[in-house]
């Protein structure tokens, strides 16, 4: 399937309705959609069949039975002490087919309680397409243009979806540890990194993690808060986190490779994690090595390419956001194929 991104977005209300125009650009979003739903996998295998026209009831009860929606619900009035009833599932006239129905007090509340769909107005359907899009990291516009929905509702579900990674990852940070004894492992942080820095004015600061010879590239990427050059305090302050998520992130015995200058956390700032990272080298020393065949600045140059660019597509969001697009970003390269499935799992418990 090719992933989607950024679509030409021809927008339907400046067609007229009957327009070759309309008709052109409508043909092509279902081909987009036909394609987005062949998602190959799991998504193909358990939830493509449960999309199709009629299936509707099947796809309400697989988000039960997987704990996406609840599985039980009592009757709100019950913290009140006037009712103590467990609520029915039961039928309903409204799109997403069932609702909540205490038999005593008659109160009636929506499945979507207490789940992520909780004020997200658009079906089941499309939600859970939209969780799918998060986690092949879809373009939120391209969505919303493609499935006919609004573009809060696709920012609302990616949000959902960001903070249930975030709190999986703030929880299992060992899946996302880096080295080891022996292992080279490099710290820098965005703009600073030894290839440049952005164009932006007001650059927003990342952390950014990666150890050498691993294919795919590992990487750990976290936000730092903005800082002023002449404001040492708030300076030290960025240093003592640099400095406690190396340790939370590198694993003790690694060979650190870190900035040999550096206004946020140069070598000097990093020797005092001496006694769990041996071998703390500068990049100014390994420079020292260059021969007309390999120099350091190359290899860096490879190592750090991806990371990067993810750090220079970061600055397009705003400072709220930019946290939720990094956690995507890692939870893919954790997961990739299964990221959604994780996901879904996740959703679940």
Known sequence: MKEIRKINQVVATECAVSSPEFKDNQDALKGML????????????????????????????????????????????????????????????NNDM??????????????????????????????????LAWSKGSDIDSMALMLGVKRPVVSMLYKKAGLVAQK?????????????????VLVDTYPEMCLGSTE???????????????????????????????NQEHLQLV????????KRIVAPGSILIVPSSSILCSHADFLDLKYLYPLIIGIDDLGRHDDEHRTIAGILDIIWREAVNICEEAQ???????SQYIIGRMWRQRYGNNAFEMLVYQLGL
């Not at 796809?59 to 009035?77: H, S």
């Not at 999986?168 to 080279?184: A, D, H, Q, R, V």
């Not at 397009?316 to 930019?322: D, P, S, T, V």
Request: net charge positive; charged share 25%; aromatic share 12%.
């Open 239 to 246: 240093r003592k986190h640099i400095l406690s998520s190396v």
């Open 34 to 93: 036909g394609d987005f739903d062949s998602e190959p996998g799991y998504y193909k295998q358990v939830i493509k069949p449960m999309l199709i026209a009629g299936h509707e009831n099947e796809l309400v009860y697989w988000l039960k039975e997987l704990g996406l929606i609840k599985n039980e619900f009592f009757c709100p009035k019950a913290q009140t002490g006037t009712c103590m009833k467990m609520m029915s599932w039961t039928q309903a006239r």
């Open 168 to 184: 999986y990852i703030t929880y299992n940070t060992s899946e996302w540890g880096l080295g080891g004894p022996g292992k080279i």
């Open 98 to 131: 069932y609702q909540w129905k205490c038999s005593r007090c008659d109160e009636k509340r929506s499945i979507r309680e207490d789940s992520i769909f909780l004020n997200v107005k658009c079906s089941f359907k499309n939600a859970i397409r939209i969780l």
């Open 316 to 322: 397009g969001y705003g400072h709220e956001l930019i």
């Open 200 to 230: 932006t004015r007001e650059p927003k600061p990342i952390l950014c993690i990666a150890e050498a010879k691993t294919v795919p590239q590992k990487y750990w990427f976290e936000l730092l808060q903005p800082y002023r050059r002449t």
